[in-house]
């Protein structure tokens, strides 16, 4: 069993109740679970998995909760080899810039070293009106890849 930091990027709420839904369901298949909806680098646990859940606001951009994190990424360079992560992503397909925020994400943390588990989830609000049916979907798969 692992554990797992769930990290969200939300203006709206919409990855939170995401982060809320796949957490619970982490839990009952027996995976330790915490979530940061105000996440700061120096006080996330590297021992765990991230799994960071986060939408796309502006045009491209991370939403503000989710700022001082990617910035402490960018200026402190991190090297993160021992970190294993996975990504879901929230947007809107009538924007250019869709899913522009977890794309850019994961190319961070991909850059910092460190190892992604299963392929990036990007959930389109626009043809998914709960976004918790798709990240349920795949999360049967992400358990394959945790259990693995
Ligand atoms: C002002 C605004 C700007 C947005 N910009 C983008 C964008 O650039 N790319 C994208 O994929 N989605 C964009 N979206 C869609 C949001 O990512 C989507 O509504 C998401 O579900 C919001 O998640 P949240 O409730 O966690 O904030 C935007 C939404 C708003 C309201």
Redesign the pocket.
């Known amino acids: 069993m692992s554990t797992i930091t769930l990290i969200?990027?939300?203006?709206?709420?919409?990855?939170?109740y995401v982060a809320d839904h796949v957490a619970d369901l982490l839990t009952a298949q027996g995976h330790q679970t915490d979530i940061t909806n105000q996440p700061q680098f120096d006080q996330l646990n590297q021992d765990t998995i991230w799994l960071i859940i986060c939408?796309?606001?502006?045009?491209?951009?991370y939403?503000d909760n989710f700022i001082a994190f990617a910035n402490a990424l960018a200026d402190q360079n991190p090297t993160l080899n021992q970190l294993k992560f996975a990504v879901i992503g929230?947007?809107?397909?009538n924007?250019?810039?869709?899913?522009?925020a977890g794309k850019n994400i994961q190319a961070r943390l991909l850059s910092l070293g460190a190892t992604q588990l299963g392929e990036r989830l990007d959930?389109d609000?626009s043809m998914t009106p709960v976004?918790e049916d798709a990240a349920e979907i795949w999360l049967e798969e992400w358990q394959n890849v945790l259990n693995d």
Not at 55 to 61: E, F, I, V
Not at 90 to 93: E, I, K, R, V
């Open positions: 969200t990027g939300s203006t709206l709420g919409g990855a939170e939408s796309t606001h502006g045009a491209g951009d939403p929230l947007g809107d397909s924007y250019d810039t869709f899913c522009a959930i609000v976004p």
